[in-house]
């Protein structure tokens, strides 16, 4: 299972962006797809995740701002990010989970950079 990601950027401090991944070489569905973040110096967290029965879980720093889409057809997912902040600079990184296969996947990451 392959995952690729895209929408990353540059954008000024409240401002917005649109990541979307996409998975290619699975014939099966993924039953948690989702959003992870890594900062200069910092270890990889939870950003936010969705499973197959539309449950989201948010890291609390986003809440409120970020949102995660799912199409579960495509196994594909999204995450809008809204009143961006400095400190959601990071790379971040497209995550899915089978539970059938006990396996993680994740896709290589994009870059969002928030200037202040």
């Known amino acids: 299972v392959q995952l690729q990601a895209s929408g990353g950027g540059v954008v000024q401090t409240g401002g917005s962006l649109r990541l979307s991944c996409r998975t290619s070489?699975?014939?099966?569905?993924?039953?948690?797809m989702g959003w992870y973040r890594q900062s200069p110096g910092k270890q990889r967290e939870l950003v936010a995740t969705?499973?197959?029965?539309?449950?989201?879980n948010y890291a609390d720093s986003v809440k409120d701002r970020f949102t995660i889409m799912r199409n579960g057809n495509e196994n594909a997912v999204g995450l809008e990010m809204n009143s961006l902040k400095p400190e959601d600079t990071a790379v971040y990184y497209c995550y899915a989970k089978s539970d059938y296969y006990s396996r993680e996947y994740w896709g290589k990451g994009t870059r969002v950079t928030v200037s202040s």
């Open positions: 070489g699975n014939m099966f569905s993924l039953d948690t």
């Open positions: 969705t499973d197959d029965r539309g449950r989201t």
